[in-house]
């Protein structure tokens, strides 16, 4: 994954994007220098993560499922970039993907059938092609929950936030006409990165808050369920050296248990919904307490 391009952190900061509405010579020079020194820290990702694609469960102490779900496994799939595709660890186990489908397996009693199609460096822009790649095989293979794990790319590439999140929303809005539930965890606190240092710092965190809040808002509005990883799990990352990977921006294997754990309950209640019997129009009505004081 690239860090950040010098020339478009000082453009875009020099114009406002960054939330300064000014910067001096000195500064530009600063923020230039800061984002070359937290490239070369940090080096390009060359690595492929290991692939945790596969069927999980089903866990003979968990609840059974009702008898017309227990032998359909429950279709998740991983969408996103390096996050979401679990760069960096040495286990498939280790993954995201792995961890909230072992997760799901054990919460619903029903074996879990994992397709994670994320790429390293994927940005909004990608996930329509890795909407393809889910849908390709038709609808009765189509994934029947999905977890949207993205921004970071889209902020270290300076991508105009209006359009990240017209894609994130195209992308949420065709999984649910699919008939999937989806959950996205929000961009990152990229500020929590140890090789950018102030005043870069403050702009990427700055610029992190914003995308994070425009896609919450954009995938509410495309019917699905965000999670504000930034938010919940920012300060944690920012105390805890060991939450991140050896080049020091991707998480390390406990740093992607903790970003999972974060998922897991919106995940869990999307996985809820989708099981839940739909009740007819009468069956609501009837349900509806009266007021006659019987």
Avoid at 88 to 112: D, F, I, M, N, Y
Avoid at 166 to 175: E, M
Wanted: net charge positive; aromatic share 4%; with cysteine.
């Amino acid at each position: 994954m690239a860090l950040l391009n010098a020339k478009r952190v000082v453009a875009a900061a020099a114009m406002g994007g960054g939330g300064l509405t000014v910067l001096t010579g000195a500064s530009i020079g600063l923020v230039m220098a800061e984002a070359k020194l937290a490239r070369r820290a940090i080096g390009h990702a060359v690595e492929v993560p290991p692939r945790a694609d596969g069927l999980f469960g089903r866990n003979p102490r968990a609840p059974r499922p009702a008898p017309e779900l227990e032998h359909r496994p429950l279709r998740f799939a991983m969408l996103g970039d390096s996050t979401a595709a679990g760069y960096g660890v040495e286990t498939a186990e280790q993954t995201p993907g792995a961890l909230l489908a072992a997760a799901l397996a054990a919460h619903s009693g029903r074996q879990v059938l994992l397709a994670n199609v994320a790429r390293v460096g994927a940005r909004s822009d990608r996930l329509s092609e890795q909407i393809d790649t889910l849908l390709a095989d038709g609808p009765d293979a189509a994934p029947q929950v999905a977890t949207i794990m993205i921004g970071a790319n889209d902020i270290t590439h300076r991508m105009p936030i209006t359009e990240s999140v017209a894609h994130l929303s195209d992308a949420v809005a065709r999984l649910r006409e699919a008939g999937c539930e989806v959950v996205v965890g929000t961009c990152p606190d990229l500020g929590t990165i140890r090789p950018i240092q102030p005043p870069l710092r403050w702009l990427v965190r700055r610029w992190s808050r914003r995308l994070a809040m425009a896609q919450a808002r954009a995938v509410y509005g495309a019917g699905g369920r965000s999670v504000p990883i930034g938010a919940l799990l920012g300060p944690e990352f920012d105390a805890r050296s060991e939450l991140f990977g050896p080049d020091r921006f991707h998480p390390s294997a406990e740093g992607y248990a903790t970003a999972a754990a974060a998922v897991l309950p919106a995940l869990a209640a999307a996985v809820w919904n989708l099981d839940r019997p739909v009740q007819s129009p009468a069956q609501t009505v009837a349900a509806v307490p009266t007021l006659t004081g019987q």
